[in-house]
């Protein structure tokens, strides 16, 4: 048997975390569902167009340009689909 020191397989420990920048919000990961906070602010983390929580504007424009910049066939993005800026928008518009 090897004995390497892999992570304990519980999801206890997991939290959300914000896909444009990687850091941990308060709340479950996207996968399991229900809702992440930004840990500062208390405010909700919106969802990504793609999937995913996001922390702030410019991570969820960071994270939709990584997908479209990893899509077959497309080069690097350098501006967000109509989709997504949509999305953005929705998600930060709270005034
Ligand atoms: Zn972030």
């Known amino acids: 048997m090897s004995t390497s020191n892999?992570?304990?397989?519980?999801?206890?420990?997991?939290?959300?975390t914000c896909r444009g920048?990687?850091?941990?919000?308060?709340?479950?990961?996207?996968?399991?569902?229900?809702?992440?906070?930004?840990p500062e602010?208390?405010?909700?983390?919106?969802?990504n167009h793609f999937g995913g929580?996001?922390?702030?504007?410019?991570?969820?424009?960071n994270a939709c340009l990584e997908m479209l910049s990893s899509m077959p066939g497309a080069g690097p993005a350098r501006r967000l689909d109509t989709p997504c800026e949509q999305s953005v928008r929705l998600n930060w518009?709270?005034?």
């Open 21 to 38: 920048c990687g850091r941990a919000l308060r709340g479950k990961p996207y996968y399991m569902g229900g809702i992440a906070y930004i």
């Open 6 to 16: 892999s992570e304990p397989l519980t999801t206890e420990n997991e939290v959300a």
């Open 53 to 61: 929580y996001v922390c702030s504007e410019s991570c969820d424009r």
């Open 93 to 95: 518009s709270r005034s």
């Open 41 to 47: 602010t208390g405010a909700r983390a919106p969802a």
